[in-house]
């Protein structure tokens, strides 16, 4: 049997994780009325609306006509911070399938864990809500990045602290969306192609490194600080670039969250170095060419040794000099439309 987290260790979680948090008043004590019952995982919500924020927040804490709260124990809003609503179970999970409860504390599943058979209050579905930690993050079709890179950090921090509170061994399996536990949701939606087993995966990153936003060396969103990101924008976008610099960091937009501003810039690195492959590409073809020119010259007995070995020493360098003049930006890569490579 696992037991519960206690507020003051889930706020010991938050902490060594490096979430931004804000313990919401009430929730040390507050719970749907009922008690946890071995507890076995954590579930991924989303909330369906583009309320603001405090719309949210408050109807997760107070729940609407159809249902008491609270709706969950952490509500997680645009700018990535986590509002702590409840150390009790809340009304969020609801009816489960009885092979995804076993898939999931058996961690006995690949992917994702059995399709569900049943919707909420259907004979042979088993209500969960004392039994799984939960999150609704506040958004509508598609979560933002803030949104996406605090969904697994969260579930890891709950992982990590229910294994110590407990001397388990969950793992990232151990956290799943509620599309994956009742049949006929679509929560939690997610951006860019992602899906439950990206989350799950990069859930099993971060508690493969540990808490500690020092620890954190495979997320940037952890580690960069402002000036950092200033000094990527600089790297990426050349200052007079795509986009004006200024616009990301508060100038001209203030409500533009750093770590936002990091993902956007990521995201062009990554094009950009997309782009640069090819000439990287080209330029090891080319010398390969050139290898087996001169090969074929020796043989002829056109060139001697020491010659052959001096023009494939010149021909190396000249190919490793292009690459680095696209690193330099001798050579502009143009990563927004054409994606050619210019002098």
């Known amino acids: 049997m696992t037991r519960p987290l206690t507020a003051d260790e889930i706020v010991a979680a938050m902490k060594a994780w490096g979430i931004p948090y804000v313990e919401e ?30 719309a949210d927040l ?7 006509a159809g249902l008491s709260g609270p709706l969950c124990n952490f509500g997680l809003a645009d700018d990535g911070t986590v509002h702590l609503v409840s150390v009790g179970p ?39 809500n004392r039994r799984v930690y939960g999150v609704e993050s506040f958004y509508y079709a598609e979560n933002n990045p803030a949104q996406f890179a605090m ?22 399996k151990h956290a799943f969306g509620h599309k994956e536990s009742q049949r006929g949701k679509i929560d939690p939606r997610t951006f860019a192609g992602n899906t439950m087993a990206t989350l799950r995966a990069k859930t099993q990153q971060y508690l ?25 924008v600089r790297e990426v976008l050349k200052e007079d670039g795509l986009v004006d610099s200024r616009a990301i960091f508060g100038d001209k937009n203030p409500a533009v969250a750093p770590v936002s501003a990091l993902a ?9 170095r997309d782009r640069i492959a090819p000439v990287v590409a080209k330029q090891a073809a080319l010398e390969a060419k050139v290898d087996g020119v001169l090969a ?18 010149a021909a190396q360098s000249g190919a490793e000099s ?8 001798d050579v502009k890569v143009d990563v927004s439309l054409t994606g050619k490579a210019t002098q």
């Open 296 to 313: 074929a010259v020796a043989k002829q007995g056109g060139v001697s040794d020491a010659d052959l070995a001096k023009i494939t020493a």
């Open 90 to 128: 809340a009304n969020h999970a609801g009816g489960s399938d009885p092979r995804v409860i076993a898939a999931v504390e058996n961690q006995s599943y690949d992917q994702a864990p059995p399709a569900p058979r049943y919707i909420h209050g259907e004979p042979g579905s088993v209500v969960i």
């Open 322 to 329: 292009g690459v680095q003049a696209v690193l330099d930006g």
């Open 151 to 172: 969904m697994p950090k969260l579930a890891a921090a709950i992982i990590w602290a229910m294994n110590k509170a407990n001397g388990t061994k969950w793992n990232a």
């Open 25 to 54: 008043p009430g929730w040390r004590s507050r719970s749907n009325g009922t008690t946890w019952s071995d507890p076995f995982g954590f579930l991924w919500h989303h909330t369906g609306d583009d309320a603001p924020d405090t």
């Open 208 to 232: 493969d490194a540990g808490p500690g936003v020092s620890a954190q060396a495979k997320d940037w969103f952890d580690m960069a600080t402002k000036d950092d990101l200033k000094a990527v």
């Open 58 to 64: 408050r109807v997760v804490t107070q729940g609407h």
């Open 264 to 272: 956007f810039v990521m995201q062009w690195a990554l094009q950009a």
